[in-house]
């Protein structure tokens, strides 16, 4: 059975740091994995979204990495800013199951 | 649409009423999935629809939940006898067959309070 950790649970910098968000997944066989953001009150933003082939993906300030054979994956997000205070979901999809197995997500808050 | 619409946002009941949940996906978008996202938990996979088949529904937590699709678009899901662990916030989202890009478009999710 997949199942999906994030680590940290929450973290706090001061505006300008670079940081890594952690996902480690138990089933080295997924499709995919999906970093998503999710805002208080809102919906699910898709960030970045690393096939099973793939080793990174890249947008903007942020870059997603991807090591299948250990079950790891790392969003990092270069010189933080306000803005990027959210909660950040890591998802797996494995094989051919069409749905996403989830982590509890790291709450992000950066400080100005 | 140009995005993922859910109604209502939110949604406060009754214990042991009935609901209906609503899903707009993105016009041309095959799949869609619903997810339930509980306090502290996370995200919990529900049923997923390819056209108007739900494939797998595998996630719904008991006979008192269904779900419908009409037309390849709307989608409900309906919520029957409604008990207080059934609070959540309720996720719709679509994706073509196969993107090779984004994945899914989620909605802005339905805050069920069961009071």
């Known amino acids: 059975k997949q199942e999906v950790t994030q680590i940290p649970a929450a973290l706090s910098v001061p505006e300008g740091e670079n940081l890594v968000l952690n996902c480690s997944f138990t089933d080295s066989a997924i499709y995919n994995l999906q970093w998503f953001r999710q805002d208080p009150g809102k919906g699910l933003t898709s960030l970045l979204l690393i096939q099973s082939s793939q080793r990174e993906q890249t947008s903007g300030r942020l870059n997603a990495s991807l090591d299948k054979s250990s079950g790891r994956s790392t969003l990092y997000i270069a010189a933080s800013q306000p803005g990027d205070s959210a909660t950040y979901l890591c998802?797996?999809?494995?094989?051919?199951?069409?749905?996403?197995?989830w982590g509890l997500g790291t709450s992000l808050a950066v400080n100005p | 649409g140009a995005g993922v619409s859910q109604s209502p946002s939110n949604k406060v009941t009754e214990k042991g009423k009935d609901v209906e949940l609503r899903c707009d996906p993105i016009s041309g978008h095959t799949a869609l999935y619903w997810y339930r996202q509980s306090l502290g938990q996370g995200l919990e996979f529900l049923i997923y629809?390819?056209?108007?088949?739900?494939?797998?529904k595998s996630g719904l937590p008991s006979d008192r939940f269904s779900a419908e699709r009409t037309g390849g678009s709307v989608s409900t899901l309906t919520i029957q006898r409604t008990q207080q662990e059934d609070s959540a916030v309720y996720l719709c989202?679509?994706?073509?067959?196969?993107?090779?890009?984004?994945?899914?478009?989620f909605g802005s999710g339905t805050r069920l309070t069961v009071v």
């Open positions: 998802a797996v999809r494995t094989g051919n199951n069409r749905k996403l197995i």
């Open positions: 629809f390819q056209g108007n088949s739900a494939p797998d």
């Open positions: 989202a679509s994706s073509l067959e196969w993107t090779g890009g984004r994945g899914y478009t």
